[in-house]
């Protein structure tokens, strides 16, 4: 069986500060592990994928995370928000022959 | 551009009225989805296709069914609806089953539908 925790439901930043939104995960096998951006009243765009490569991964938008087989965690950060970043971010794990399942999402807020 | 659309993109309908939503996608993929989204829940799998002609359930079939009868299309309907199934649908294709593969991982996902059941 897999889970997704999202630690928190609503993050709010001030523009040029660093992100930090936080993924755990819970799979039987050796997961794939994806974060997507949804924009209001829009469809989800992903941001970047892990796929048992290098544990670093950098995706679009400047956005990068890190897969940590030890803490069971694949935490998405960004060094400096950007006003367009404001959305809600869902982390997502896959094992090989498994759904995807989504974590609840994490509102991210971007001050001026 | 290449993708996935959906349509309608909003809809109110009043209980017991039944409904299709469609969706199709240019990218030859042979994998297909319906996702419900709620609050503070992120996306549920309706039901799902594996190739054209054939569907199976998600996590969360009861009152839906869907159609695959050619490959790019993917429909959801709604035989009788309830104010439950008020929901944001997400349709998704990929190349690979689960968006896994040598290839192309990840989903491809439509703009969604917004369904309102009164």
């Known amino acids: 069986a897999q889970s997704v925790t999202q630690l928190d439901s609503h993050v709010s930043v001030s523009e040029g500060t660093p992100v930090l939104l936080r993924c755990n995960y819970s799979?039987?096998?050796?997961?794939?592990l994806f974060w997507y951006v949804q924009h209001p009243n829009k469809g989800l765009q992903l941001l970047l994928k892990y796929t048992s490569a290098a544990t670093l991964v950098k995706g679009i938008n400047g956005f990068e995370a890190e897969f940590k087989k030890s803490e069971t965690s694949f935490h998405l950060t960004k060094p400096s928000a950007h006003m367009s970043d404001a959305a809600e971010y869902f982390c997502v794990v896959s094992a090989y022959g498994q759904n995807f399942v989504f974590g609840p999402g994490t509102r991210l807020s971007v001050l001026p | 551009n290449a993708g996935v659309t959906q349509t309608p993109k909003f809809r109110v309908l009043k209980t017991g009225q039944s409904m299709t939503l469609l969706c199709a996608q240019d990218?030859?993929?042979?994998?297909m989805y319906w996702y419900r989204q709620d609050p503070g829940m992120g996306l549920r799998l309706i039901h799902y296709s594996v190739g054209e002609g054939t569907t199976a359930k998600g996590e969360v079939p009861d009152g839906y069914n869907v159609s695959r009868l050619k490959k790019q299309n993917f429909l959801l309907g709604l035989e009788s609806a309830a104010p439950s199934q008020t929901s944001v649908y997400f349709c998704?294709?990929?190349?690979?089953?689960?968006?896994?593969?040598?290839?192309?991982?990840?989903?491809?996902f439509g703009s969604g539908t917004r369904l309102t059941v009164v």
């Open positions: 990218m030859n993929h042979e994998y």
């Open positions: 799979s039987s096998y050796s997961p794939s």
């Open positions: 998704a294709s990929s190349y690979g089953m689960w968006g896994t593969s040598n290839e192309n991982y990840g989903y491809t």
